[in-house]
């Protein structure tokens, strides 16, 4: 079973953001919010990451 979660390390590499940036982003609102799972363990909902990649694609796309 995959999760619905995406951890903050996979975040940085799927989107090639650095953990800093993913943060800040997130807590400003232009990145889905993070999610404090145990301890000091972070987390994103896989789907918004997701929906935020696409996002960023279709307007790319649309502005060229």
């Known amino acids: 079973m995959n ?3 995406i951890s903050l390390k ?3 590499a799927f989107t090639g953001l650095p953990r800093s940036t993913l ?3 997130s ?3 232009q990145f889905p919010p993070l999610i404090r799972l145990l301890g000091n363990r972070i987390a ?3 789907a918004d990451v997701q929906a935020w990649i696409d996002k960023r ?3 790319t796309q649309e502005a060229a």
């Open 10 to 12: 996979e975040t940085t």
């Open 23 to 25: 943060i800040k982003h």
């Open 27 to 29: 807590k400003t609102g």
């Open 3 to 5: 999760s619905p979660f």
């Open 44 to 46: 994103f909902v896989r």
């Open 57 to 59: 694609v279709n307007s």
